[in-house]
């Protein structure tokens, strides 16, 4: 299973620009986490600043008991093991072609022969859709292959915990598809623990299972995914939706004058910048056929259903609807009658029938549902 990564009061400054103050947050092990946020606000720092490239002011992130903030160097060398990292732009070294690039982090890091490396290489090409490309050069292949190369060299060291920075950024909608069911499959086949930056909205509703924001130099909110994509938050719905008007301006913050002045535009019929009505919670990926269950969601629904009554009412009905009937009679829980009619969107106080016991751990254990999960494909290293 992935690691936990525990994150607390973490906030980070570059001389005098604070960046981010006070992020807590804990990445449940083996989920897929989302942290969004309009372009600035530190998205990127905060993943270096998760792996020790770039060091916080203050606070806590604690991985497998160690705290890489305060850890001596040796510490952070292995703790930086537990990661893959895929950078924005695939990070590969231009005069390599694939299959050394991924071979990379096997020969610097591992005393393994070049026929093990030329296995484990070749794996994670197939994995990701680049058997037959060894040989290319990053130079001559597209910008969808370089970031399907980049997750393979992230991959090689089998990590614990997988972080991707703008997974789709420069991909097309179709690519940036096959990347999502990539990352799921991926999450499912390992169990590790993902974490993904992205604006693409696209991904942030189908993927992950958390879904963190950051603005204004705050994390916004972070949680299980109904709770930010039924969030009435205007600076949420407005990211979600894609639209000009709401808090976040071209220089990520607007002041009131220029608030009231486009919503004047808009109530006067102007084109807000938005095409759809995005809000609900949708389906969330599956891994794709033939391939096992994600554990992770299978633990994350204990999870969840234990802090429910904590959520907003949009959220918890958002999470009943999306368990099955024979789910919500094992957690004691049943959807709100009008809740589909309603989209989701709950008044206040109306909210889902939950168990007048609180949460109680089921006297039976569940036996896995359909199909056994098999071992992950490899042990870590
Ligand atoms: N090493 C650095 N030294 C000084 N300032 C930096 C450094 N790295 C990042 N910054 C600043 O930190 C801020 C946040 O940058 P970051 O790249 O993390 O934003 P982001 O949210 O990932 O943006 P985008 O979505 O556009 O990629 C920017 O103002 C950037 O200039």
Redesign the pocket.
Known sequence: MGAEVVIEGLTKS??K?A?WRDVTLTLPPGEVSVML????????????SMIGL?KPDRGKCVINGVDIVTCSEHKLYEVRKLFGVLF?DGALFGSMNLYDNVAFPLREHTKKSETEIRKIVLEKLEMTGLSGAEKKLPGEISGGMRKRAGLSRALVLNPAIILC??PD?GLDPVRTAYISQLLVDLNSQTDSTILI?T?NINVARTVPDNIGM?FRKELVMFGPREVLLTSDEPVVEQFLNGRRIGPIGMSEEKDQATMEQEQAYADAGHHDGSTDDVRGVVPQLQPTPGLPERAGVRRRKDRVMRILHTLPPNAQEGIIESLSTEEQQYYGVRAHPVARAHHGQLPTGDVAQLPDTGWREPELRREPTTRRMPPPTQGRS
Do not use: A, M, N, Y
């Not at 946020?37 to 270096?48: A, D, I, N, Q, Y």
């Open positions: 570059f001389g620009q960046i946020g309009p372009s600035g606000t530190g998205k990127s720092v905060f993943l270096k770039l924005q920075d703008e950024s930056v604006h950051l």
